[in-house]
């Protein structure tokens, strides 16, 4: 079982800079194509950008003679290990292969993942409480809210394998990345060069858009040509002499 | 056709004061494990919960040569029939196997429903004028809105028999509660019993929460084993007491 | 290539005063049911009701020799023409197939389409940088938000020629309205006198709604027989004798 | 309740020798637009064309306490008065909800509805036994076969109601005719009629079929144009003169 | 990883000769309301009933760094090694994620799987090559056939571990049953006594049926009353005593 | 418009020797990955490889006073014209938005087709009179079949533009590939190296299946090692010198 192990401080501070429409561009530049966990949206809905490594549950479906309220008071069920083991500034990723008729979280097992410190959670499932996780300063993505409890329909398996959410490949350690887009996946060894070329990206795409809001045309401005470079590399110089 | 007999006064109290997670949880623990309409979201933001017995309308694809505007002037016809009798303080739920093409009412027959005290409405199809609709003070659930009038999708069948909504069974007279998260369907004999069991459980789960945000974590406390019971139980005893 | 040949200003001004409730009722009593464009909301909240003729742009799915981020640089792609050659006042319709594991446009486009008037956007699409489109006063209406580029899904092939959109055809031309519900298609030669009734309807049925907040039932009122048309008809009188 | 009340023995018989592509073609000429039922295909492929009135039971979602092998004891269970009850010549139309993971009928049940010399079955659900019941010289159409019993999944409600199937109103005593490309539902009203004409129509398109595989083009001859009309009819009163 | 351990020869046999439409009741009637892999069908119609114990595979999505064709030279891959390790009489269970843009297996792959003695194939995803397979004398089960080949699609993780497969818990080890209906999970220590029953249950039901085919309601014989099963004993024992 | 040119006679007669699979896969390589189209399965089981190049139609969703019976005289109709432009040896391929609720063919127009030398029907809709197609030998690709006329749910736009179908895009001109398993879409230009590269891989993969069939594991043949390829290589030489 592979440990996240850490990710460099400027790494995280540019992901939180950027937004996942350009990481999504940089890891295409790269030969990823499918990175955005599909179907599922930020429903809390304040607090900011989420980046972290991924720890990973897997869901398969329940079983009605293995899966009832009872088995929690199990100190090894995989999804009360998860809450107590998924470390401080990760990403809690749940694969729920897109079943959303029951809530895979409720509103105490979030408020203890806030307790921990745990940076947010990301499932192709649903959650439950979710009138009170709304309220909750933890980001937390899910495909919707679902008042019925995962033992009705999920049985959680294992922590910190490879899985599927959202139609995406999860890894643990992988870095999640989360604006109110979405959520982006990018593979560990690439986190650190991606996160530097997309802060650039970001820099030149907000100076394109205060040339279009300034009436500029795209033609030669998006993509920019040879000109528009030497235009934007010599407002950049500018900016830095001052 | 069964004719809703009243809600007990204490009953419906106690069910405007639990949440539909912990609702779908005491109907699991008597076995049924499908109460909560699927694909269903609150389209009126505010106006708290919803709790009334189910008043049924039923709906089946329409047909040319029977629906269209001026079928509505038939006083007979099942959908304007359901505007004016449904009860006070009851729920008008729609079956509309789940098609979103067309709304099943609008926003004058809502303004109605609410003049009459009805207590809200539940669909698995649209309604249409959803932005005049948002603004009333009525419960309402649908899947999603549509500003087609009913008659181009919908052939309005009968009323007060037992119908399919988002996926689960509703028999005229059960109780329908209803928050932010999404509609509980509860058969009516159990009404009382699954009311006063999940307003216990609401309390225990609220003392439950503010022990994670003080810290504790979740393994002996959620659920709890037999020590943190006692706490709790001494923590009720010296409420009781003052 | 058919060229929007501009809006009167009086339709343009009933139109902005209907809802698209109110004028698919109008349309099928002309005999078209199918003019709600399916699977679609307004991601930007604000910013009042959108009116304009369709300058449409098709897509087909996407192939990997053909699109990628360089083909942007070609002044003749289509999607890039489209955002500087759709008339102001005009609505840019989107057919995306209804697939939206990609944004179709972006915050750049969608900002260089506000500065040139562009009335709107609509595709069965989804937008990518939705939550930098969310804040511009320009309707946009889309499947949803994806932060992948176009080009990793899509190839655009053509620009006003007829297309789908959300499974309901849109040709060059039509006039497309839409509110917080929705938007309707409604085919160019129809425009006027679909506007002109629909204005009416509205009226009426103000009235009735007063009505039915005043206590009124809706049986004679909703519709109106010739009792009520006779009332309201005496309060038209009466307001424009004022 | 409406009672099958019978239908002509000539009508019977036109519509043995017409196409569901026929009949569909002359309902659109009708004004009706949604006559096929969808989702449906024909499970027992042998055994000639499915021409009966529709007898109608329905189903809605199962509930624990309620549906259970036992409560087929029941001789008032209305899937059982089904089996019993549907007349024979007509055909059994089941409400499924388009719902495939449980079977609403198995092979038992069919050999009854054989013995009893019902016209077919037609349901929107799954049937169970589909190995057996392939066997059988009785048209059964359906969604797909599934192993689970009904009761899982399915709570049979009431017979002889209007129905939905496949997206398709039905109405008890409607006509359904089945062939190998599905199953389309003739209002009771119209059946004569449509049944002369579409006998009329397929005698045409035969004669039109031979044309073309003798080598002629469609234009003129598919629609007919006046000239080809002539030569048909010249053709058919050859024929009656012989 | 629990190693699956051997098939008693009489639960084998017994197996063999019931419908899964029949285990699922046992399975129903021991509380298991999800046992049967939906969307899946058998692609390879002769040959048979197939019976073995679960060995499992799991695909998550493809990631194009990790997948692609180069990287089945890796003896270790998970996909290949499945084909060479899936015990002779077991079933080669594939989660696939209920995605069929992809076949999971070839011919040249199911062909060394019959050599070996494997007993069948069941995923919820799709096969490629299906005419080459439909000739093979092994049963497969699969949502379908495409060409592409898997790793477009697919990214294999791990042998041996509990998988979701047609919406159903699949354990190691649990044994797969499958005839022309679809394919049943019986959990390991459930087999001996659902084969059991189950083959008892199919000697009544059979009974039963001949006993429709001579003419016979079904009210009081299925299911069958007091009086049904004293003649239906015996007949039993008659049949022994011969 | 890009008129179809002409394949190469080696490059058709390769391609009626190779499977999709195969060819996807060689497409693969090219860095194509989506290239086989989705949700359609071969109606008509008989006569062979389908070989051609693409000529397309596009269909939008009908609108109803464009789209009826009587338009069908109009001799410039694009699906009349369809049927009598189509080039013999050129596959049609119609792009009706994975519709299936009707059919854009029927048995006249396929059996025209049939007389005019076209060489297969592909369509991500649906066909009418599938009893009667099926009996015809032409390849014909669908995603099923429906009774109701194409004009009830499509208006043909235009012919020989690049479409979607199936989710693949198709340009005229594109050659299309079919066999049982389904259809794939060979971008024009690469034709015929990649029919000659496929059909190396399919003699390779015979040999290698041989080799199973012979009792030989996987590892190291499949793919094949530098040992099992200079194997491969020595019955090559062999086969030639005969």
């Given at each position: 079982m592979s440990e996240p192990s850490g990710l460099a401080e400027e790494t995280r501070r540019l992901l939180e800079l950027t937004s996942t429409a350009t990481l999504t561009t940089q890891l295409f530049k790269r030969g990823?194509?499918?990175?955005f966990v599909q179907g599922?949206?930020?429903?809390?809905?304040?607090h900011g950008v989420m980046v972290g490594e991924a720890f990973t549950l897997r869901m398969i479906p329940a079983r009605e003679d293995l899966d009832?309220?009872?088995?929690?008071?199990?100190?090894?069920h995989p999804q009360r290990r998860a809450i107590e083991e998924c470390?401080?500034?990760a990403v809690l990723a749940i694969d729920c292969?897109?079943?959303?008729?029951?809530?895979?979280?409720?509103d105490i097992l979030c408020a203890r993942l806030l307790e921990r410190g745990v940076a947010g959670v990301v499932t192709d499932g649903a959650v439950r409480d979710l009138p009170q996780i709304e309220a909750l300063p933890l980001p937390v993505y899910a495909a919707g809210g679902a008042a019925?409890?995962?033992?009705g329909v999920h049985h959680a398996v294992d922590l910190n394998q490879p899985i599927a959410c959202g139609d995406v490949a999860e890894f643990p350690g992988d870095v999640l990345v989360g604006d109110r887009e979405g959520v982006v996946v990018i593979p560990r060894h690439l986190a650190d060069e991606v996160a530097r070329d997309a802060a650039e990206q970001e820099q030149l795409e907000s100076w394109i858009l205060n040339e279009v809001k300034a009436g500029?045309?795209?033609?030669?401005?998006?993509?920019?040509?040879a000109e528009t470079r030497a235009r934007y590399q010599a407002w950049r110089d500018g900016r830095r002499e001052r």
């Open positions: 990823l194509r499918n990175t599922v949206r930020r429903v809390t809905p304040g009832h309220p009872d088995m929690f008071t199990d100190r090894s470390p401080p500034g292969r897109k079943e959303t008729r029951a809530g895979c979280l409720g019925p409890a995962s033992f500029k045309g795209i033609f030669g401005l998006y993509p920019p040509d």
